[in-house]
């Protein structure tokens, strides 16, 4: 069964830690994606890949970095924890769009809750 | 930024009645596609229907697409408490290879 996979279900960390949030994914998808989920917000792109070290800004970068360095691994960083980061982070990969009739959907992960406090 | 708006907010019918959640958006779309949600879980893809399309069904699932009213619906039938979940919009602009959800509608099906 394809899978996405997010290193972590549950995680707490203090403010100004450094946290990695990994995410591995065994379908060959070219895209990948970390999305942040808050009550009254939904999902909030914060960056993606579509491919082996290109990165891109989604809605909400600031405060995160990632890296890509190969195709089935997408890595977001928080260098300096805040409590504003107390988030679900949820990871997802798809197969990079072409035609029209080339058009996938995303295949999500179960999600990371991380807690900063 | 927002595209995909979902209505109503919060859904709660009874076993075997059917579902419809709406979903508008914005900007013109490559393609509008729906999730679910189970709680504290991650997303699990639905149906996908391109912009030229108006119409699509996928089990009990049946998704329409009016493009000149920038709006979709999702009719789940014959609902059941597994159906309780959390359901989303996402749209993506042509080249954007980038989906943009929307807030979703809580859907909760009582036995």
């Known amino acids: 069964d394809v899978k996405v996979t997010q290193s972590s279900r549950y995680l707490v960390k203090r403010t100004g830690e450094k946290v990695f949030l990994e995410c591995v994914q065994d379908m060959d998808h070219e895209n990948m994606f970390w999305y942040r989920q808050d009550p009254g917000l939904g999902l909030r792109l914060i960056y993606f890949?579509?491919?082996?070290?290109?990165?891109e800004k989604g809605d909400i970068p600031e405060g995160y970095s990632v890296s890509r360095e190969k195709k089935e691994r997408f890595s977001l960083i928080l260098e300096s924890a805040s409590t504003n980061q107390t988030s679900m982070y949820l990871c997802a990969s798809s197969l990079r769009t072409g035609s029209p009739q080339r058009i996938y959907g995303y295949t999500f992960g179960s999600g990371t809750r991380l807690t900063v406090v | 930024s927002q595209q995909g708006e979902e209505d109503p907010q919060a859904l709660s019918i009874q076993e075997g009645e059917n579902a419809t959640m709406n979903c508008s958006y914005k900007?013109?779309?490559?393609?509008l596609q729906w999730y679910r949600q189970n709680s504290g879980r991650g997303l699990v893809h639905l149906i996908l229907i391109r912009s030229n399309e108006r119409e699509k069904h996928s089990g009990r699932l049946r998704v329409t697409l009016d493009t000149s009213k920038k709006s979709s619906s999702l009719l789940i039938t014959a609902s059941r408490a597994a159906d309780t979940a959390s359901y989303f919009c996402?749209?993506?602009?042509?080249?954007?290879?980038?989906?943009?959800f929307g807030q979703g509608t809580r859907l909760t099906i009582n036995p």
């Open positions: 890949s579509y491919d082996v070290k290109m990165k």
């Open positions: 900007t013109s779309i490559n393609n």
């Open positions: 996402a749209t993506d602009r042509w080249g954007a290879q980038k989906l943009v």
